[in-house]
Structures are given as structure tokens and as C-alpha cells.
């Protein structure tokens, strides 16, 4: 009976300690859709298993050194598991922690890596799932997040583009003209073409514009495309993609230019594509401005004190006019800024 009360703590620890997994366990299962409790929980998860084995090996009825041994034991063998495994587990665990601190993504946004394009739905602390234009799921391991370049898909729109070939004999103001159509008609705003390549060929177009409800870009970039042929077949226009190989008997002489030339459409500034292409960029460039304004009124305002403290009583007056106009200057800027 003694010797059994030698084994109650042992057993205490480890009835607590398998309790305590299986709670935590069922925890992260409940979590597993939601992002950061998810890899909290993986992570407390794993520390509270090695914490119960160690306390399980405390509270058995050993000798020191023996305990000490097996201690020794436990650390020599989950040093030697990282180790081997540090280019697998343990970076990708590292990786999906530099992720929770990042946050370049979340659940529900739309990703593109690797060539794989799909929606994340959830993120582990080894790997990021997300499910494909298959309505397959595919697990991308968390270094190769870090690692590689990663387009998310921006949350309060995007831009859906499609390119076509149209052959030389079509003028590009035709061309805009038929496309701008197709754009709108898809439903697309501020729609805009570009001419991407001149191809040996044919002339490459791309088609552009914004869309706002990007929970359904597969449906918008289909659309688009379905209103390009529309528009062009409508318009008489022959497609050449893929590459048409046509043979026509034409004169020695001969060349080929558009029959026809649409009056040329201005553009204001305003209407350039990159304004809605590059609008976070263009904001960040902005305020990058603005700060820079700041420090540089700043300079110019801790100049100015020096000068009017160094100032006679004749020009303080001026000295200090100058600036509280700088001081003004600074506040504008500064409100701007915030905004």
C-alpha cells in the first residue's frame, strides 16, 4: 500500500496532464477555421504535452540521478528531433509564426503563389489550406509563403483584365472603341485598354477594369471575356488568337493598314489607368511627400527660433511673423497627413 502511495502524484500528473490535452485538443478542432486562436492553440498544445512528460518524469518515485538521466535524456532527444527536422516542421512553424505577425493575408482573401490561385481557408502553424477554382483543397506549406511572391487579391476591389490578338488591318481606335464596350458591358467601372505587345502577327489588347465585388473574380475575368467576343464578332472585327496562319493573294505592292481611322480620344491625367492601378502606392508616395515636407518645416522652424532668439528688437518682429507662418505651414501639413 506504501508503494502505491509512492505512484499517486505520478499518476495525478498524468491523469491531469491527459485531461488537459484533450481539452486543448478539442479547443484547436473548434478553432480550426479561425486564424489566430488556431496556431495559439497548436502552439500551447505542443508545449503543454513536453510539459506534461516532464512533469510526469518529476513526479515519479526516482532516484536524482536517475531522474536527472532520463531529463538529460528527454532533452537530448528533442534537441536532436529539431535539429533533423529544422528543415521541415520547425521552419515551417517559424514561417507560420512570422505570418500571424505579418498578416499579408487572412481567411477569405483570394492568393496567388506558385501559379496556385484559390481562396484561404484556413492557416495552420506548419501549413496555409486553400481551396482551388476545383473546390479542391491544396495545403501550402507556410515557408514556401515566406519564401516566395505572394498576390493577394485587394479586399475592397481589383482590377479583372483579358487580352485578345486583333491583326493589323484593324485600327486601335476601332479596337478601344469595341473593347471599352465589352469592359462596360461586363459590368466592370473606369474600364481602359492597352496595347500590350505588337506581335509579328497581330496586335496583342488588353482589356481592364475595376471590379468591386471581388468575391467572384472567376465570374467577372468569364464575363469579360464572353463581352469581348461579343462586341468584336459584332463589329466585324476577326480575332487572331491563337496565331491564324492566313494566306490571302495580295499584289506585290500591297500593304496593310486600317481602312478606316476613328477620331483620336484625349485623355485627361485623371483618366490614366495607373490612378486606379497604383492608387495604394500613389497614397503611400503621397504621405511619404508630406512627411518629408514636415521634417523639413521643422528644420526650418527650429532655425527660425534660433534666429529670434539671436534676433534685436527691431526685426523680432519680422523674425517671429516668419514663423508663426512657418508654424502654419506645419499644421496644414500635419492635418493633411492625417487624413
Sequence with gaps: MMELDHYTPAVATLVLGVIGLLILSRLSQRASNIDKPSLVLQLVFWGAGLAVVVALVVALPLEANVRGQILSLIGVVLTAIIALSSTTFVSNAMAGIMLQATRPFKPGDFILVNGVFGRVTRRSLVSTRIQTETRDFTNLPNLLLVTQPVTVQHREGTIIQADVSLGYDVHHSFAERELLKAAESAGLTDPYVLVAELLDHAVVYRAAGFLEDVVNPLTARSQLRQKMLDELHGAGIEIASPNIMAQRQQSGDTQTFPTEVLKKVTRSSADKPEAKIFDSAHAAANVQAL?????????????????????????????????????????????????
Design 291 to 339: 512627411r518629408e515636407q514636415i521634417g523639413e518645416i521643422r528644420v526650418e522652424i527650429d532655425a527660425q527660433e534660433e534666429k529670434i532668439k539671436a534676433a534685436s528688437d527691431e526685426t523680432r518682429a519680422s523674425e517671429t511673423s516668419v514663423l508663426e507662418s512657418l508654424e502654419r505651414r506645419l499644421k496644414w501639413l500635419e492635418s493633411q497627413e492625417e487624413a
